[in-house]
Each structure stands twice: as structure tokens, then as C-alpha cells.
């Protein structure tokens, strides 16, 4: 098991508060000094899209061993095709903080999936309150971690929504306002349409449907970031998880419940960061969120914008084309 050695943020206050909360005097504004000083094996790195590869690359150059950055890993064609050029080539071990994957009851519902007890896999639908860039790649990462043999071939989308808009968040339960901007400009940097729909066809004859934003069910609370779920059909049932409930139907019989969010998601982000260490210490450990299949993905949201914009069925994996953010602005606005 892993301990938490050293923190590293450009706000004092907020880095003097996080220290202080988990108990950490290796405290930093330069995270190049932090690596180079401290060493460490495990780095969670997480900050706006944009300066995500600079951070990579140094983590790198100072014989940082792993890397869980911070969802999305990309924003648009350009540093999607950067930052997988970066580790495709590089020794450091990278994967996206997806820790749904990892949340008890979901990984139950997944193993249900995976043992066959669902019988022929049919449908599979998954949404989330937030757009693509907040809480699309959660979504996608989670019809891959119900379908992990499947290989998407093409997908068709729908896109809408450049304005910002101002919502109430969940965070840990507290409720502070945030504007989220679409494709304007805020701090956080993630640019997505407002709204996005689209179907994705598997090789194995199987569809997925992705809803993002306002188009999406609203299955959480008032909160916009509490409406993530997932539902999988087969010949025998379904199962379904949202971030509050679970639901299992197999051969007639149907069981079910709630459960806290945050509670699931304490133990998801342990979970996903001692299978990181256990990939550190054996090479053969894949991480289940490793970039190599996280970049997948997020090639299938490029593929949306694309279909959106040009109104047409987009084969997968897809050639990004560039400067997509600044297309679907002058589309949508």
C-alpha cells in the first residue's frame, strides 16, 4: 500500500489547507522541485486539460514511475494526438481517474455483466448531467467496462449548446454554485458542447446510446453532477447503476437498493490507486484504466463533434480532425 507523501498546487492557501487536512509537511508550489526532491513512484495529477502534458512530461524527466491524471485527457484533436504521442513513447505509466470503475457496487453489477448472467448482451444506456468534457468520458468509460470485448466501430451524433450555464454541485456534500461554459471560457477549461446524444455501433451487433447534459435522465438530485448512470440489457435481464440507486433483473427476479456516493467513491479512488501500485510492482498488472484503452474513448467523443458537425455516421477509431472547439463554436452559436 501506497502513502501520501507530498502535495504540490499553485495556491498557497488551498495547499496549505490541503496539507493540513491530510497531514502532509512536503508541501510545494513548483512540482518540478517536488519531483525532483521527493521521489515519488505515484503521481495524482490533477489540474486544467491544458497544462496536463507539460506536468507528463516533467513527471517523466524526473523518473516519476506512474501518473493517474485527472479525466478528460484531452480536450479537442490537438492535445488528444500530443499527449498520446507522449505515452505511447514514454516508460511512464499513465491512467485516467475513472473511479467508477472501481466503486463497490458498480464493480459488482460489472462482474454480474462479465460471469454471463445476463444472458446475450442487447443495449446498453449510459448518461450523465454534465457535458462531455466534465462527466462524458465517465460515461463512455462506463459502457466499456460493461462491454470490455467490444470494439466500437462507428458512432452517430448529435451536439447542441455553446452558452454557459450556472448549476448547483454536489461536492461531497456541499452545494456551491459553479458555472459551467460549454465551449466559453471558464477556469476549468472543459470545453464541450452543452448537450450531446449519440449511438454507438459494436462489432458485435450490440448498440450503446450516450446522452450529455440537458438530453440526459435525470436520476440523481437537484445537483447537475449527480445524474450518472448506466443500464445493460441482455437475453435474461438488466442491470442498472446510478451514483444513488443499483438494480439487478436476472430470469424474472429483481433485486435492488441505494447507496451514498461519496461513500462508494472513498473506497473507488483506494481501490484505483492500489491497482496502480500493484502495476508499478508487475508490469503484467495492466491497469483496467490504463491510457491505452482511455484514449480510446475519448477518440470516440472526437468522433461525436465530428458527426455533429458534419451531419454524418463516423467510422471509429477516427483521425481527429483539428480545432474542433473553435468549429462547433461557430456552429452552435
Known amino acids: ?118 444472458g446475450e448482451m442487447r443495449f446498453i444506456t449510459a448518461g450523465c448531467g454534465m457535458n462531455l468534457a466534465f462527466q462524458g468520458t465517465h460515461t463512455l468509460q462506463a459502457i466499456g467496462a460493461f462491454h470490455p470485448k ?53 462489432d458485435d451487433g450490440v448498440q450503446a446510446l450516450l446522452q450529455s447534459g440537458e438530453i440526459a435522465p435525470k436520476v440523481g438530485r437537484e445537483a447537475i453532477n449527480t445524474h450518472k448512470y448506466v443500464t445493460v440489457y441482455g437475453s435474461k435481464g438488466h442491470v442498472r447503476w446510478t451514483m444513488w440507486s443499483w438494480e439487478v433483473l436476472v430470469d424474472g427476479k429483481s433485486q435492488g437498493g441505494t447507496h451514498e456516493y461519496w461513500d462508494e467513491d472513498i473506497l473507488g479512488q483506494a481501490r484505483m490507486t492500489e491497482a496502480m501500485l500493484d502495476w508499478i510492482g508487475d508490469d503484467r ?16 467523443i472526437l468522433a461525436i463533434y465530428m458527426s455533429g458537425l458534419q451531419n454524418r455516421m463516423v467510422d471509429l477509431p477516427v483521425e481527429p480532425e483539428l480545432n474542433l472547439i473553435n468549429k462547433m463554436r461557430a456552429a452552435l452559436s
Open 1 to 118: 500500500s501506497g502513502k501520501l507523501a507530498c502535495a504540490s498546487a499553485r495556491s498557497a492557501d488551498r495547499l496549505q489547507a490541503f496539507g493540513e487536512q491530510f497531514g502532509i509537511n512536503s508541501l510545494y508550489k513548483d512540482y518540478r522541485e517536488m519531483f525532483a526532491r521527493e521521489k515519488p513512484d505515484l503521481v495524482h495529477l490533477n489540474t486544467p486539460p491544458n497544462i496536463r502534458l507539460e506536468v507528463l512530461e516533467a513527471a517523466e524527466s524526473a523518473g516519476v514511475s506512474a501518473v493517474i491524471m485527472e479525466k478528460p485527457l484531452a480536450i479537442q484533436g490537438e492535445d488528444y494526438l500530443a499527449i498520446k504521442e507522449f505515452c505511447q513513447g514514454s516508460k511512464v505509466k499513465v491512467a485516467i481517474n475513472h473511479q467508477l470503475h472501481f466503486h463497490p457496487r458498480r464493480f459488482e453489477l460489472q462482474k454480474i455483466v462479465e460471469d454471463g448472467n445476463l
Open 285 to 300: 498488472a495492466v491497469h483496467p484504466l490504463c491510457f491505452d484503452r482511455a484514449h480510446l474513448d475519448f477518440n470516440i
Open 150 to 202: 467490444g470494439k466500437p466501430q462507428r458512432v452517430f451524433g448529435q451536439i447542441s449548446g455553446a452558452g454557459s450555464e450556472t448549476h448547483r454541485v454536489d461536492v461531497c456534500g456541499t452545494f456551491p454554485t459553479m458555472v459551467v461554459g460549454n465551449l466559453e471560457d471558464t477556469p476549468q477549461k472543459h470545453f464541450a458542447p452543452g448537450c450531446a446524444q449519440a449511438i454507438i455501433d459494436f
